[in-house]
């Protein structure tokens, strides 16, 4: 299966949270919170949302930091995905 979005809506697959820090520190599991850097998986095509245009300016394959509470978790194929409107994304990592 495939996941299309539609309108403005962009699905990120988050990025894995590092296990240990830089300086060498493991940190535990259970305090660890999911990280908000993501990897855009599909794009809508964007076009007119609630009367106003909308241009997309992500595209497939960017990193990006996305708002904490934002978006609808949905698991499919045993993988997770996140369903974002394109204004929840914060920005683009280049």
């Known amino acids: 299966m495939?996941?299309?979005?539609?309108?403005?809506r962009v699905v990120l697959k988050q990025l894995v949270a590092e296990e240990t820090t830089k300086s060498g520190i493991v940190l535990p599991g259970q305090n660890k919170e999911k990280p908000q850097q993501a990897e855009v998986i599909a794009v809508g095509p964007g076009g007119m949302v609630d009367g106003k245009e909308v241009a997309m300016q992500v595209k497939v394959g960017d990193q990006v930091i996305f708002s904490k509470y934002s978006g609808t978790e949905v698991k499919l194929d045993d993988e997770e995905f996140i369903i974002v409107k394109q204004s929840d994304i914060l920005a683009i990592i280049k």
């Not at 996941?3 to 403005?8: I, N, Q, S, V, Y």
């Open 2 to 8: 495939k996941l299309e979005p539609l309108g403005d």
